[in-house]
């Protein structure tokens, strides 16, 4: 268990047309003349990997960790439904211009087109400026010919449900949900491990290299989810001292706490890794079975693995506010009386 410890991880940050200049001061790091619009906080997708930054596996890039220690790190459960590797990716996203309005596929067709998983991911909104919006599902029904159509003619944003946000503001976009953030928006972002995307419009604008940025309109056709839903947006309470259940997805669940004083959590009983992101204010995290502390700062983020998920937060200061996003492993009493008739 020596090697069971908290994960911290060196800076990964990535630079895009329509990153911004918030990210670094957010991590308490310096300044870049970039225009730096993501940071991958968490990441085992193979193109850019997580350094771990603290302890006796200090430099070792997280998948090299996880296949060390598969159960320890991952959960028994986890490892085995996702045959050793990390099924989740945590980002924080600094949108100074709009994104593009994108879909990503779904787990049967990411894995028959790329041999990856499909993408589904949540946005919790750290920071918006006044006015700030985006775009996620459709407000109206339209067909996969007139889907086409607005593409070409530049007309699809006139159907696309739209929303202003606020800090605090929560939406989900399961796999096939047509979505785009736009400037002005500081958030986090939860998704399953993937970097399938499909861009469908992108303001006729040049990528980073001057050359205008590919589109992906046949692949996104196949892709999208036509249906208008009634609403977009999760609602959720947001006092403090509490554990707030956001989502509870088959991909992943995440919860919110604002810690205003020493705060438990046992999440033994989800067998699964726990990423944690630093929305607000700095902590400790301390883990009860080890004594391990790490110092959490504002916009960073750590992952704690499986074997040792009962700690407490600590707030430096007035409080903390922190995501919690992990596999939900547990059984509800309808499972349990399933599994006792079945096996009975």
Request: with cysteine; charged share 25%; proline share 5%.
């Amino acid at each position: 268990m020596k090697s069971i410890y908290p994960f911290l991880f060196q800076p990964n940050l990535h630079t895009v047309v329509w990153g911004g200049e918030r990210l670094c001061s957010y991590k308490g790091l310096a300044d870049s003349e970039d225009c730096i619009g993501e940071s991958w906080e968490v990441s085992a997708v193979p193109t850019s990997m997580s350094i771990i930054a603290n302890g006796e596996l200090a430099g070792m890039d997280l998948v090299s960790a996880i296949s060390k220690y598969p159960v320890e790190i991952l959960g028994g459960a986890v490892s085995e439904q996702y045959h050793g590797q990390l099924p989740l990716l945590a980002k924080f996203i600094d949108a100074k211009r709009d994104l593009s309005v994108q879909v990503h596929p779904n787990d049967e067709m990411a894995q028959r087109m790329h041999g990856k998983m499909g993408k589904s991911e949540m946005w919790y909104i750290i920071d918006a400026k006044p006015g700030s919006y985006l775009f996620a599902g459709f407000k109206e029904k339209i067909t996969p010919y007139e889907y086409r159509k607005r593409v070409e003619d530049g007309s699809i944003l006139e159907v696309l449900a739209k929303h202003e946000v606020k800090s605090g503001d929560v939406f989900y976009l399961p796999a096939g949900r047509v979505h785009a953030i736009g400037g002005g928006i500081l958030l986090a972002e939860i998704q399953q491990s993937s970097d399938v995307t499909y861009r469908i419009f992108d303001y006729n604008r040049p990528g980073i290299d001057g050359k205008p940025r590919e589109l992906h309109t046949e692949l996104a056709a196949q892709a999208l989810d036509y249906t208008v839903y009634p609403e977009y947006k999760t609602e959720h309470r947001d006092d403090t001292d509490v554990a707030h259940k956001l989502i509870n997805t088959p991909y992943f669940s995440v919860k919110v706490i604002e810690a205003t004083a020493p705060f438990h959590r046992n999440m033994l009983k989800y067998d699964s890794f726990i990423i944690i992101m630093n929305l607000k204010g700095d902590c400790r995290v301390k883990m009860r079975a080890t004594g391990d502390v790490i110092v959490l700062p504002e916009g960073n983020s750590c992952l704690i693995p499986a074997a040792i998920a009962d700690y407490d937060y600590i707030p430096l200061n007035v409080s903390a506010k922190v995501l919690e996003a992990f596999v939900n492993n547990r059984k509800t009493l309808g499972q349990m009386i399933s599994d006792f008739l079945r096996l009975s």
